[in-house]
């Protein structure tokens, strides 16, 4: 059918997310078609915000500035686009804005994807549902499937080939004690992108086949923290996860090590404050900086051992 493109801009937003179970392999690349399901929680105001408007000729912009064609980004929105355009001539701007303080060295193609495809829908009054649209902003960028939600969400990692029962949902709990706080340990970009990880993961490294079952049981784990709150459940989950595919990241060849030695001393932190009786726990993904996960009243206790860090209270922005 025709596409009726807004003669107006739109502009959409969407959170960046932190993974509790990671998505870590892909079952088919062309449509990010996970091994595992995953379960997330949302950034709340720190995400992308994209706008976009009819343009004589396709141009994709970041933070201000407008990318060269060839740039990785600029192809893969281009490509995104014409996912929904097909032969239509509709030529576009797509201006991304990413307000995740680059010092927080966070990926931001999940808010990124996600941002595109909630503006896409309304530039052309698709009325897509939320599993279609969650479905299709996995196309763009897996994690960004979990993206269009604010609090925890679930990606389901789905059966089907064409990928349509693969989409994530929010879950109803909330957790308005939650913390997430930032550590960078390094915001240069990354050697090796989390999709040609993912790739080596799967063709060399044989822990990699622990990997499923691991991810299925601390899905149905993390829902058991959240519905009675436990806090330390939550948080060995998580870091558990995170250390058991950073272990199958480095059991790949060539290896695929993305800590730098700051990230195992806020490791090291971490495990000395839990010692000190301070729950704090932590996660990362493909890249150096750690994530650590608290609860409200401990937050003091955090800053003095980490500094300045960006902390995040991801259920504020949940109505
Ligand atoms: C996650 N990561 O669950 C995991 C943890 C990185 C480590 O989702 O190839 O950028 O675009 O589907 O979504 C990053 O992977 O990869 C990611 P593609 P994506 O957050």
């Not at 925890?152 to 909330?174: I, K, N």
């Not at 240069?188 to 999709?195: A, I, M, P, Q, T």
Request: proline fraction near 4%; charge should be negative.
């Amino acid at each position: 059918s025709l596409l009726t493109a807004s003669s107006e801009p739109v502009t959409c937003f969407a959170p960046s997310n932190i993974a509790l179970c990671k998505y870590w392999g892909k079952r088919e690349k062309e449509l990010n078609l996970p091994v595992n399901s995953s379960l997330s929680i949302s950034l709340g105001h720190l995400g992308t915000q994209t706008t976009l408007s009819l343009a004589e000729v396709d141009q994709v912009w970041l933070n201000g500035e407008r990318l060269t064609d060839d740039t990785p980004f600029a192809r893969k929105v281009i490509a995104f686009i014409d996912l929904f355009r097909r032969d239509q001539a509709v030529t576009l701007k797509v201006d991304t804005r990413n307000n995740i303080p680059t010092a927080a060295g966070l990926a931001s193609s999940a808010s990124g994807f996600a941002a595109l495809s909630l503006a896409i829908n309304q530039f052309f009054a698709l009325d897509l549902s939320d599993d279609v649209l969650s479905a299709f902003a996995r196309m763009g960028s897996g994690s960004a499937s979990r993206s269009l939600f604010q609090g925890f969400v679930e990606w389901e990692m789905g059966q089907q080939e064409d990928g349509m029962d693969s989409f994530a949902r929010p879950l109803v709990a909330r957790w308005d004690t939650l913390r997430i706080g930032l550590v960078k340990v390094a915001t240069g970009e990354k050697k090796v992108d989390s999709r040609s990880g993912m790739t080596r993961t799967l063709e060399t490294a044989s822990l990699y086949q622990a990997w499923p079952a691991q991810a299925a049981r601390d899905i149905s784990r993390l829902h058991s923290a959240i519905s009675d709150k436990d806090f330390q459940l939550l948080g060995e989950t998580a870091e558990h996860n995170a250390l058991s595919m950073h272990a199958t990241m480095i059991a790949s060849w060539p290896p695929l090590v993305y800590w730098q030695p700051d990230s195992l001393a806020a490791m090291q932190k971490v495990w000395q404050l839990r010692e000190q009786g301070i729950p704090i726990y932590f996660t990362m993904d493909a890249g150096p900086n750690l994530k650590l996960l608290f609860e409200a009243e401990y937050e003091a206790d955090v800053l003095t051992a980490f500094g300045e860090i960006e902390v995040v209270s991801p259920f504020s922005a949940v109505p």
